[in-house]
């Protein structure tokens, strides 16, 4: 699969809410106004059309136009709503996706192979990245310019001080 088409996660569909075929949604990024710039999601083996998306207690609350009451609502439960990595809007200087991260290799800044990013996290204070050594270890490190010199497509480079 070309890295343009791959799948990029936005949400996934948390239960309904009400009676009309709306559902509860876990965000995975900008939040409920992000959504909107998507008309279709990929949803398992089938295609969503959004009609409406709105703010709610820790997501966001949508309508889509083949759901049309509670019970296909629930059915839905665990869907996970996706679209093509081609879909989102182009990056600025500095920016990246978390998506684009995952996977690539790390090295040291004084040259040594240090493993692969397996998970970004965001506790808050900003995103971590998480890494893996060959053999299972993991360790974190911030995604700042001080521990995070460089990166691009082929790979990130962390500063050998924050090397595990």
Known sequence: MSDANR???LAAIAGAHGVRGEVRL????EG???LRAF??????????TLKSVRPANQGAVATFAEVGDR???E????TVLTVPRSALPPLGEGEYYHHDL??????STDGAAI???VAVENFGAGDILEIEKPGGKRFMVPMNARAVPAWNDDGITINAAFVE
């Open 7 to 9: 799948p990029v996660t």
């Open 26 to 29: 876990k965000l995975f990024g």
């Open 32 to 34: 409920a106004e992000a």
């Open 39 to 48: 008309s279709v999601f990929n949803a398992g083996d089938r295609t969503l």
């Open 71 to 73: 019970s296909a609502a």
């Open 75 to 78: 059915a839905l439960r665990g």
């Open 102 to 107: 995952i996977g690539l290799a790390c090295v």
């Open 115 to 117: 493993g692969q990013v």
